[in-house]
């Protein structure tokens, strides 16, 4: 797995402590493809064997940058995946209806979910070899496709993933001229058993709930398979693209 990332580099997942998260970096470090994997959260215990822990919080600028001064300090990254996200929280949840929409929580959504991804491409990009195939991807979700919306709801959710559509598009066009060989991709995880999906698993088929870990080395499929003319689409777990 993975054989189509040149070796000696380093993987990079962003939301380790998340169920997903930590499933693709367990993955990851037993693949033997990559001399280091740096695995970052707000929560760094107990951490996942084999890869390197550290603190990121996507709403504080500074410990972006200061993960990605330890990243600069060992292999180059050939594979950067974030894999954070937030739907609900205390307080909060995704709204039925327009009258539901609460600025404070909408900003909150946008700022983990778009912001963040954005602050760690400024952050880690650089530092991508300019020369050979990277991944630099984003989880973000089926329900951020505008083509595909027809249930409405989820305002905040949707809009952020949605936006996060066009981060990843943009950050492509940008990487094309320095960095040709690295791939940017939005993917989309199917329905994973995790803290985020919890609530919401009550109508989901058994056999559509996946496995973090079944997830994860799908996931990893698509990020080897994709090839840098895929730059910038969105992408499910199944390796279908997903419409904008
Ligand atoms: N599970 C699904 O069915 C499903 C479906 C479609 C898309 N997705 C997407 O897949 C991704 C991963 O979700 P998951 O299912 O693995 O959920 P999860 O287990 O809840 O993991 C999400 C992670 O995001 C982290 N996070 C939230 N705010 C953060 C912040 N400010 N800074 C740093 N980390 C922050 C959380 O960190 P803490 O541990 O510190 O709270 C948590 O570990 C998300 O982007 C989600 O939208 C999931």
Not at 114 to 133: M, N, Q
Not at 152 to 159: A, E, F, L, M
Request: aromatic share 6%; proline share 7%.
């Amino acid at each position: 797995m993975l054989e189509s990332l040149p070796g000696g580099g380093s993987a990079v997942v962003i939301g380790v402590g998340g169920a997903i998260g930590a499933a693709l970096a367990a993955a990851c470090s037993a693949s033997r493809r990559f001399a280091k994997v740096y695995g970052f959260s707000r929560r760094v215990t107990p951490g996942v064997a084999g890869v390197s822990a550290g603190y990121l919080d996507l709403e504080i600028e500074a410990s972006i940058a200061a993960a990605a001064a330890v990243v600069s300090a060992g292999p180059p990254p050939r594979l950067l995946v974030i894999a954070t996200g937030i739907l609900h929280g205390p307080g909060f949840g995704p709204e039925k209806s327009i009258r539901a929409v609460d600025g404070a929580t909408m900003l909150k959504v946008l700022a983990v979910n778009t912001v963040g991804p954005a602050l760690v491409a400024k952050h880690f990009t650089p530092l991508i070899p300019r020369e050979g195939k990277a991944v630099f991807a984003a989880l973000s979700a089926r329900v951020g496709s505008i083509g595909d919306n027809r249930l409405g709801g989820w305002h905040s959710y949707r809009s952020s993933k949605a936006a996060l559509h066009m981060l990843i598009k943009t950050l492509s066009i940008e990487l094309e001229r320095s960095r040709p060989g690295t791939v940017c991709l939005s993917l989309h995880p199917g329905t994973v058993e995790s803290g985020l999906s919890a609530p919401f698993q009550a109508n989901v088929r058994p056999e559509r709930l996946f496995q973090p870990e079944f997830a994860a080395g799908r996931l990893l499929a698509v990020m080897d398979a994709r090839q840098p003319g895929d730059s910038g689409g969105a992408y499910d777990w199944d390796n279908q693209p997903i419409a904008w």
